[in-house]
């Protein structure tokens, strides 16, 4: 949802071969990239129909990196959503509003404070600046934080990591060559 051709046209940067994947039975497991922008609602809809595949990939090794709404997916449910619509629990916690009296949706650059730099997300660059365009973020329940963002009173979660699975809430299509060095590093996993 929304920023796919972003998406593809970054990967496209980086000399990558990306495929835009319209039906279920098209999705390859080398590599999958979930994109999205918008509400959780929306985009759990719109991923339903690929919903089997993408487990049977969280169950593999296949390397999963989820970007905005599409990171906000891998978790177990939001607050943003209408009843009944849930995530595909891969990662055990929710995505909550961001509490601040800061304008939102957050939008624009912030400094990521990486957590755990051993992430190979970020395996090489250190900490930098990333694009943000939203008003939820997750509040895991397990120890998968990689980095966070200040806004406003809380800091937020910008970076999961389990297994070889990612969920990033920032854009690294939209963050300059910082975010292209994180998009190569999820390449070469």
């Not at 990558?16 to 918008?38: H, L, M, Q, S, Y």
């Not at 995505?95 to 755990?116: D, F, Q, R, V, Y």
């Not at 999961?160 to 939209?174: D, R």
Request: glycine share 10%.
């Amino acid at each position: 949802m929304g920023n796919i051709r972003s998406v593809y046209n970054a990967f496209k940067a980086i000399q990558a071969e990306p495929v835009i994947i319209d039906k279920p039975e098209n999705v390859k497991t080398e590599r999958i990239v979930i994109p999205g922008v918008g509400a959780f609602t929306d985009g759990a809809k719109n991923i339903q129909p690929f919903t089997p595949k993408i487990v049977e990939a969280l169950k593999s090794d296949t390397p999963i990196l989820g970007i905005c709404i599409g990171g906000q997916i891998l978790f177990e449910e939001s607050e943003e959503a209408l009843s009944g619509i849930k995530g595909l629990g891969f990662f055990k916690g929710k995505i909550a509003k961001i509490k601040t009296s800061l304008k939102l949706p957050h939008m624009g650059w912030n400094k990521l404070k990486i957590e755990k730099p051993e992430c190979p997300l970020f395996h090489g660059i250190g900490e930098g600046y990333v694009y943000f365009a939203h008003s939820y973020h997750a509040k895991p329940l397990e120890d998968v934080v990689v980095a966070k963002a200040k806004y406003g009173e809380e800091e937020i979660t910008a970076a999961v990591w389990k297994k070889k699975i990612y969920g990033v809430q920032f854009h690294p299509e939209k963050s300059g060559s910082y975010g292209l060095s994180i998009l190569k590093n999820f390449l070469n996993m």
